[in-house]
C-alpha cells in the first residue's frame, strides 16, 4: 500500500468551518489529484497538478483550494463554500513523462454536520 | 465534453459465471482505457489497462476487449468468485497521451457463492 498516503482516514467538522484534506508520496511523480466520490456517481476530478507550483480546476473545483509547494504534497482545502462537502475525497498520482497509471491513496471520508 | 457511460449499474452473478461490463465513450483522441476495482471503503486498484494499439489484453481471469471504431471497451471476468466482488469502474484519458481521467459510474459486481 505504500507510496501515496492520506490523512486522516475519517474527518468530522462542523458546516462553515474550512478543513484541510492532506495527501504526501514518495513515488517521485510529478502529476497529482483530488478526486471526490459519492455513492453512485464514481470519481470526479476536483484539481490536479501537473507540475510544483502549478495547478489546474478539474470538474467541480467550486469550493475548494489547493496549493502544490512541494513535490510530493498536494493538500485539498475543502471551504465552507462547498455546498455538499460530505464525501469520500481521493488522491491520485502519476509519472508524468512515462506511465499512464494513476495511483491512488487510502482515501479520506469528511463528514461535515 | 468528453463522456463515459458504464453498463450496467449493478450485476450478480453465481460464483463460476462469468461477468462482463461495458463502457462507451466520446473522444476518439482517447488511447488509454484502465479498469479499476474498489472494495468497500478501499482506494481503487488498476486491475487491468490496454491500450489503443491493441484489440484485447488478458492476465488470467480477467480481460479486456477494445473497438475504437464503435467507441466502446468491455471488461470479462470469467470463472468468477466471490472475492471478485466489487465496484468496477471503468476510466478513459481525454485531452491527449497526458490527459486526465474521467471515469463511469461504477457497476457494484456481487457473486454468490
Known amino acids: 500500500d505504500g507510496g501515496i498516503t492520506q490523512s486522516p482516514k475519517y474527518l468530522f467538522r462542523k458546516e462553515g468551518q474550512n478543513v484541510t484534506l492532506s495527501c504526501e508520496q514518495n513515488?517521485?511523480?510529478?502529476?497529482m489529484y483530488w478526486y471526490r466520490q459519492d455513492p453512485g456517481q464514481g470519481l470526479r476530478l476536483i484539481y490536479y497538478?501537473?507540475?510544483?507550483?502549478?495547478?489546474q480546476k478539474g470538474d467541480i473545483a467550486e469550493g475548494y483550494s489547493v496549493s502544490r509547494e512541494k513535490k510530493e504534497s498536494f493538500p485539498l482545502t475543502v471551504t465552507s463554500a462547498q455546498k455538499n462537502p460530505t464525501a469520500f475525497y481521493l488522491c491520485?498520482?502519476?509519472?508524468?513523462?512515462?506511465?499512464?497509471?494513476?495511483?491512488f491513496g487510502p482515501g479520506t471520508r469528511l463528514t461535515v454536520t | 465534453g468528453e463522456n463515459v457511460e458504464q453498463h450496467p449499474s449493478t450485476l450478480s452473478v453465481q460464483e463460476g459465471d462469468s461477468a462482463v461490463i461495458k463502457c462507451t465513450y466520446s473522444?476518439?483522441?482517447?488511447?488509454?482505457f484502465p479498469w479499476y476495482k474498489q472494495e468497500l471503503g478501499k482506494r481503487p486498484q488498476l486491475i487491468i489497462d490496454?491500450?489503443?494499439?491493441?484489440g484485447e489484453k488478458k492476465d488470467q481471469r480477467i480481460a479486456v476487449t477494445l473497438n475504437k471504431t464503435a467507441k466502446h471497451f468491455s471488461l470479462h471476468i470469467t470463472e468468477t468468485q466471490p472475492e471478485d466482488s466489487a465496484v468496477y469502474f471503468c476510466?478513459?484519458?481525454?485531452?491527449?497521451?497526458?490527459?486526465?481521467?474521467?471515469f463511469g459510474k461504477g457497476t457494484k459486481l456481487s457473486v454468490k457463492p
Open positions: 473522444d476518439s483522441a482517447s488511447n488509454y
Open positions: 491520485a498520482s502519476k509519472d508524468h513523462g512515462g506511465s499512464y497509471e494513476q495511483y
Open positions: 513515488l517521485n511523480h510529478d502529476a
Open positions: 497538478s501537473q507540475i510544483v507550483n502549478d495547478f
Open positions: 476510466a478513459v484519458n481525454y485531452g491527449g497521451s497526458q490527459g486526465n481521467l474521467i
Open positions: 490496454i491500450r489503443s494499439n491493441v
